[in-house]
């Protein structure tokens, strides 16, 4: 098992990704539209795929996806949703590591991974298997924190865990990407609202699908701690409610 895998091993949390709000279907619409989509032959790698919630969404959109994702829970749980597609082939490898040939793909998706690999080793590795001309596409889900019911959510885990933070995945990753400017051109910005209705069980195994820091949910420790998160949720947040989250979307071409 790799230091990413073993850093990242999201085999307790797997099977709470269904609860996670999928993407804005419009900014994957425009992502696919500028990326050039449509052209035969065009083929995806989807990496850090997980359970499947972006290659679904790509293969809906008639694309050929290889999904990329080290866990092998994970990708049990994707190769099960996706079985009725011939357009699906799943690899076992990581971000920086992806076992795909050079210059075999046309995009490269990072649908809430690229925040847990190294990022620059990510590009150099993307740029790699890329085509000429080919883009790489980083995103992620935010929750909407002026969003009341967000808000009381977040509340309650500062409470819990002062130095809460939220990492990479809430970064603008534009400097980043203009660091690379000798590999990469064209920063294309995505960002599209949208609302959830959500019941309170489905909201908190939402949660149970983080992998962080500070509820490591292998331990004693990590599971009191989320239990008091979830006891408090329950105990403030409404039965049903509507979430507002943000799909973000950085693109980039190939040099």
């Known amino acids: 098992m790799s230091l990413v895998e073993r850093h990242w091993d999201y085999s307790l949390h797997a099977k709470y990704y269904e609860f996670r709000p999928n993407y804005h279907g419009r900014a994957i619409d425009l992502l696919v539209q500028h ?37 092998d829970d994970m990708r049990a749980i994707g190769i099960e949703r996706t079985a009725a597609s011939r357009a699906v082939s799943w690899v076992r490898a990581t971000g920086t590591e992806t076992t ?6 046309d995009w490269v998706a990072f649908g809430s991974s690229f925040n ?10 993307s740029h790699r298997i890329l085509k000429p001309g080919g883009y790489v596409t980083c995103m992620w889900n935010h929750r909407d924190l002026a969003d009341p ?9 500062v409470q819990l865990v002062p130095g809460y933070d ?12 203009e ?20 019941t309170l069980e489905q909201y908190v195994n939402a949660w149970r699908s983080v992998k962080n820091k500070y509820w490591d949910l292998s331990t004693s420790d990590g599971q009191a701690l989320f239990a ?10 409404p039965k049903t409610f509507t979430s507002r989250y943000t799909t973000r979307a950085w693109t980039v071409q190939k040099v």
């Open 100 to 105: 795909l040939p050079a210059g075999s793909v």
């Open 149 to 157: 019911v967000q808000n009381e959510a977040e509340n309650i885990i």
């Open 179 to 198: 660091s690379h400017s000798d590999r990469w051109k064209e920063i294309l910005y995505v960002e599209a609202d949208f609302d959830v209705p959500r």
């Open 228 to 237: 008091e998160i979830v006891r408090r949720m329950e105990a403030k947040l």
């Open 35 to 71: 990326v050039g989509g449509g052209r035969p032959g065009f083929e995806v790698a989807d990496v850090g795929a997980g359970t499947g919630n972006l290659t679904i969404m790509l293969l809906e959109r008639g694309l050929r996806v290889r999904a990329v994702e080290p866990n």
């Open 166 to 177: 939220r990492g990479v995945r809430r970064q603008d990753q534009r400097e980043l990407l």
């Open 116 to 125: 847990v690999v190294d990022r620059s080793s990510a590009l150099a590795e």
